[in-house]
C-alpha cells in the first residue's frame, strides 16, 4: 500500500467516521456508514474490503459482524480528527465563525492541509486540548485525554454538573443549545427527572437562568463532568 493511498480523502473518510461510531458505542454497519458518507451500501462494501486487504491492513472486516480499526487505520484517523478540530478551534477563535458553521468547513479543509499547516496552526492557538464543541483534539503524538464524562440523561434531581461536550454536528441542535445556554464550561443543576420519557428540568447557573426541560434527544448528546 502506498501512502497516496492512506492518505486520500476518500480513505480519510471512512476511517474517520469507523472512530466516531466505535467511540460513541454504536456499531460500524455498512448501513451507518453509508448514511454518515451518503453513498450507496454496495460502494461502502468495496471500500472495507479495500482497506481490510491494504498492506498494512487499516480494519479489521467480516461481513454481517462489523468493523474494527487496527492501530495503522486508528493513527490514520486521529490525524485526520486532529486536522479537524484544529481548523474548526481556528475557525472559531481566529475568524469569528460560530460552533455551528464550522464542521462543514472543516471537513473539507481536513484533507489538504500540509503537517506543516498543522503544526503551526497548532501552536498560533496555543496547542488546544479541545475544540469549540468540547470534543478532544489528539496531540502530536495522536494521544487523546481521558474521558471522564457521562451523559447529561443520567444525572437525577439534585445533581450538578458542568457541560464538557456536545456529541453532534446538527446545526439546529447546536443553534438550540446556544440559544439555551447550553455550552462547554456551562453548569448546571437538574431539578426535575420524568421516568416516563427520561425528560429533564434543568437550571443553568446563571444569575438570569428559569428552569426548562429537555428531552433524550438532547441530553443524550451533552456530555457533562459532574460537581460534588
Avoid at 97 to 112: I, K
Avoid at 119 to 126: F, T, Y
Amino acid at each position: 500500500m502506498t501512502k497516496s493511498f492512506v492518505y486520500t480523502a476518500s480513505i480519510q473518510d471512512y476511517l474517520k467516521h469507523i472512530y466516531l461510531l466505535l467511540e460513541r458505542g454504536e456499531a460500524v454497519t455498512t448501513t451507518a456508514l453509508a448514511q454518515r458518507l451518503k453513498v450507496r451500501p454496495a460502494s461502502v462494501t468495496g471500500m472495507l474490503r479495500r482497506l481490510a486487504r491494504s498492506e498494512p491492513p487499516l480494519i479489521v472486516y467480516q461481513k454481517h459482524r462489523g468493523v474494527m480499526l487496527t492501530e495503522a487505520g486508528k493513527r490514520a484517523a486521529l490525524e485526520v480528527i486532529r486536522h479537524h478540530r484544529l481548523i474548526e478551534t481556528w475557525l472559531v477563535q481566529s475568524l469569528g465563525y460560530s460552533w455551528d458553521e464550522v464542521h462543514e468547513e472543516a471537513c473539507r479543509l481536513e484533507h489538504v492541509i500540509s503537517e506543516q499547516l498543522e503544526a503551526r496552526l497548532a501552536s498560533l492557538l496555543g496547542n488546544p486540548a479541545y475544540d469549540p464543541h468540547g470534543d478532544p483534539i489528539p496531540d502530536q503524538d495522536l494521544n487523546l485525554p481521558p474521558d471522564t464524562t457521562l451523559p447529561l440523561a443520567s444525572l437525577r434531581p439534585g445533581q450538578q454538573g458542568r457541560i464538557c461536550r456536545v456529541q453532534s454536528e446538527q446545526k439546529e441542535l447546536l443553534r438550540y443549545l446556544e440559544q439555551k445556554g447550553l455550552r462547554p464550561g456551562v453548569s448546571l443543576v437538574v431539578v426535575d427527572y420524568s421516568p416516563f420519557d427520561g425528560n429533564l428540568t434543568i437550571l443553568p447557573q446563571s444569575p438570569d437562568a428559569s428552569p426548562f426541560v429537555i428531552g433524550l434527544a438532547v441530553s443524550l448528546k451533552v456530555f457533562v463532568e459532574v460537581l460534588p
